[in-house]
């Protein structure tokens, strides 16, 4: 039986900086309990770095970095492993990154991963590869045909800036994946590369009809918007909008509103400076550029987010909830149009790498240690 245990969660705004529009707002320093969840513990995971729950079944399946995959079954409390996991370069920022069920899993059993591969003279990028997923043994489970459908192109040196995280548009047809821009910066801002940017594709990998830059050929035919850097998150929102969060450099972390051809700007512009200190103009100063609904310096150093829809707390639906690893916090932000603002804070003590909604409405989080806890949070008895 899971240890449960509730916690008064600090609502800290003390010396936080917000913005809103990418214009940086200080606030009157807050600080009390919020009481705001009960939480309980379910198990460990070894560097977990993303979560889904299956469709239709409630089970939970986590990524691993190092490169294997287990599910959790909140019902029975059993962990499982998944095998037909592929072979990944870890180290770094890179390893098995991101899992996702298709929009049609009903009928496919399609299961989407994404991870690190090597590729010759000491590079390596993220592809995303498509398997089918079963579970038929019932204390086991099984990725089978697993292939790969979409790389990063070109692969190059280093072992970070991935991203890879994969979204599905909400009527079901197109695969979004974040491309990071693999630290070498100035990609981000070349349309003949697919680094740096948000790419939409097929639910197969190929290029998606009606992308902005199709006419150019090549790898960006996939490219839906650039001048990212280090995408952490995507999510739509109610109203069906795309958005993305990011990792600035010091500084300068961002939340986006995502359209169809926009720059982001980076490195040309961003609201962080560089890890020397050497400056970089701010969003401000260039207004051809997207600028951030919201940015945080310091930074937040974002894990995951989700947009919040379920019934255990009614009060946050539309809010975004963001994982947060430095802050070793959930930070809680509101969006009203095409503005966002942080509104609080919860203190939750370790690294949160991942945040997850539940099919009941409970919201579930994954500790960024090696031995990271699987927490579920409800409301407060």
């Not at 995959?69 to 990154?97: E, I």
């Not at 292939?147 to 599905?168: C, N």
């Not at 809010?319 to 009203?336: M, P, Q, R, Y």
């Not at 031995?371 to 409301?379: C, D, I, S, V």
Request: charged share 20%.
């Amino acid at each position: 039986m899971s240890d449960i245990r509730f916690i008064a969660l600090a609502l800290t705004m003390a010396s936080v900086p917000l913005a809103s529009c990418g214009a940086q707002t200080s606030v009157e320093s807050i600080s009390e309990n919020s009481g705001a969840f009960a939480v309980s513990e379910h198990g460990t995971f070894a560097e977990p770095w993303a979560a889904a729950f299956e469709p239709g079944t409630g089970v939970l399946f986590v990524t691993e970095k190092a490169g294997t995959v287990k599910f959790y079954n909140p019902a029975s409390g059993t962990t499982g492993n998944v095998t037909g996991v592929p072979t990944v370069d870890y180290g770094g920022q890179g390893g098995l990154g991101d899992i996702a069920f298709g929009p049609d899993y009903a009928s496919s059993k399609a299961i989407y991963l994404s991870w690190a591969e090597a590729g010759e003279g000491d590079t390596r990028g993220a592809v995303v590869g498509k398997g089918t997923l079963d579970c038929s043994a019932g204390t086991s489970c099984a990725i089978k045909g697993l292939e790969v459908i979409w790389r990063q192109s070109p692969k190059v040196t280093g072992r970070g800036h991935y991203s890879h995280r994969i979204l599905f548009s909400p009527d079901g047809q197109y695969m979004y994946v974040a491309s990071g821009d693999r630290q070498k910066m100035q990609p981000a801002q070349d349309l003949s590369n697919n680094l740096g940017s948000i790419v939409r594709l097929t639910l197969d990998g190929e290029p998606a009809p009606g992308n902005p830059f199709a006419d150019r050929g090549g790898v960006s035919q996939e490219i839906w918007s650039y001048g990212h850097r280090n995408i952490l998150g995507m999510q739509f929102d109610e109203q069906g909008r795309l958005w993305d969060l990011e990792h600035g450099p010091k500084g300068g972390d961002e939340l986006n509103l995502v359209k169809q051809g926009a720059n982001y700007g980076w490195p040309i512009v961003s609201d962080g400076i560089h890890y020397d200190n050497d400056p970089i103009p701010d969003h401000s100063t260039r207004p051809e550029f997207a600028a951030p609904a919201i940015q945080w310096t310091p930074v937040i150093a974002p894990g995951n987010f989700i947009f919040y829809n379920g019934d255990m707390f009614p009060e946050w639906r539309g809010d975004a909830l963001i994982a947060g690893l430095k802050t070793e916090a959930i930070i809680h932000v509101s969006i009203d149009g095409e503005k966002a603002t942080e509104v609080a804070r919860y203190d939750m003590g370790e690294r949160i790498r991942q945040i997850v909604q539940g099919p009941d409405g409970a919201i579930w989080v994954l500790e960024d240690t090696e031995n990271g806890r699987l927490l579920r949070l409800a409301p407060p008895a």
